[in-house]
């Protein structure tokens, strides 16, 4: 509409530009996500979030900055949110899943960078994403060499503030880490204004973990026969946990819940047949849905994510006895440092955690999910395809970016991996 229209161009966009991006992106959605039959009533919500996905929710949080509210961008489920909601901050996550704006970033960063760094890089430079011209912080990590670096680049064109995460998990790294949370607290106090206590971090506590609740809960009606919702759809749930408003993002998905709930009794499900199958790897951030739309057309459904974006960021939940600020923060430090992203070494309990995950939700295989360039999962694959074997559970590995080139390629792949399994 016009009034969005004057809000994009305050923000800086490149309005021609991101008009193709939004036209491209709702083609996309009414290819991959309208199309499915027999839609759940609580996706309408997710298809309202989504048609206003730099709409309404921009003017939300532009609405909330002219009060004096900051933003805060981040790319990695190790920035711990609990602190920025509690110093009264909106965090939103930036990771972004769209090929626009890769020439721009290819200026300036290699051409064999990841496609997710590419991505949030070329967003920027090409004026295409409302959510970064609005954070007042952006929060970047030293995780794989990739991003590490892209963040020195990215520096000059945004308010970057980077964190160190460890790379081991000894008494050492966690005393690290533990100092970088308590710098990142005070950051945050910092540029809000506001300090953390331990009322308010109490609250924020509770409020992070009912979202990983709610998402929990739909992960565990997915282990159902037949699977009550299509793993597309599971997906942009997930993706838009990251910049929906959590209170309402919870209520509505609990009420989606209730709707699974009703339909698993009734033993309703989509794709009655289908090979069941989990992805496990990179994260899939929004609107990257290339995979799982190649893997629900080749027969098979999806019913769980081993990703950043999936169970890695929900698993677990924040330790909800401490009364103290300092019981509270030693909380946030050890429940951040049980993320098993593959840019830990070693990193034994990512496999146990696919092994287990495979199980409960009785998958008859798994595809391991690569972006090309990215060497830790990359690396991590030839592990995750033992430790699979040995559990009996085949596996395929799939490396590919955002580009539509290798679409009947991947296909083909996937078609003989079914039907194999
Ligand atoms: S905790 S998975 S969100 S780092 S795909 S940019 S690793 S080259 S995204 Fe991640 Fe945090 Fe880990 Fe999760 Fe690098 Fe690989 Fe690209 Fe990646």
Known sequence: T?????????????????????????????????????RLRGMEYLDFVLSEIHGLRIRELDEARAQG?????TFCVFVPEEIVWA??????????????????AEKILPRNTCALIKSFVGFKLARLCPFTELCDMVVGETTCDGKKKAYETFSDYAPVYVMEIPQMKRSEDRALWKAEVLRFKQAVEDLTGRSITAENLREAIGLMNRRRRVLQRLNRLRAAHPVPISGRDALLINQVSFYDD???????????????????????????????????????????????????????????????????????LVDEGGTTLEEMLDAIVDRYLKI??????????????????????????????????????????????????????????????????????????????????
């Not at 909106?90 to 721009?104: R, W, Y």
């Not at 209520?251 to 047949?273: M, P, W």
């Not at 998958?363 to 972006?371: F, K, S, T």
């Open 2 to 38: 016009a009034s969005h229209e004057a809000m994009w161009e305050r923000l800086g966009l490149d309005l021609e530009a991101h008009a193709s991006l939004l036209e491209v992106l709702g083609k996309f959605y009414g290819d991959i996500y309208l199309s499915q039959q027999g």
């Open 69 to 73: 509210r900051k933003v805060v961008g």
């Open 87 to 104: 110093a009264d901050a909106i965090q939103v996550g930036l990771c972004a899943g769209a090929e626009a704006g890769t020439e721009a």
């Open 246 to 316: 959590p209170e309402r993002f919870t209520q509505k998905i609990h009420d989606l819940c209730d709707e699974l709930e009703e339909k698993v009794r009734r033993g309703k499900g989509v794709a009655d047949g289908a090979v069941r199958v989990m992805l496990s790897g990179c994260p899939m951030a929004v609107p990257n849905w290339k995979l799982p739309y190649i893997v629900e057309s080749s027969g098979a459904v999806v019913v769980g994510e081993e990703s950043c974006i999936g169970t890695r960021n929900t698993r677990d």
């Open 340 to 421: 098993d992203c593959a840019c830990f070494t070693p990193n034994q309990e990512r496999l146990e955690h696919i092994v287990d995950m495979a199980r409960a939700l009785d998958v008859q295989g798994v595809i391991h999910y690569g972006l090309s360039f990215c060497q830790p999962y990359a690396m991590e694959s030839f592990k995750v395809e033992k430790a699979l074997r040995d559990a009996g559970i085949p596996m395929l590995a799939i490396e590919t970016d955002y580009s539509m080139e290798d679409v009947e390629q991947l296909k083909t792949r996937v078609e003989a991996f079914v039907e194999m399994i």
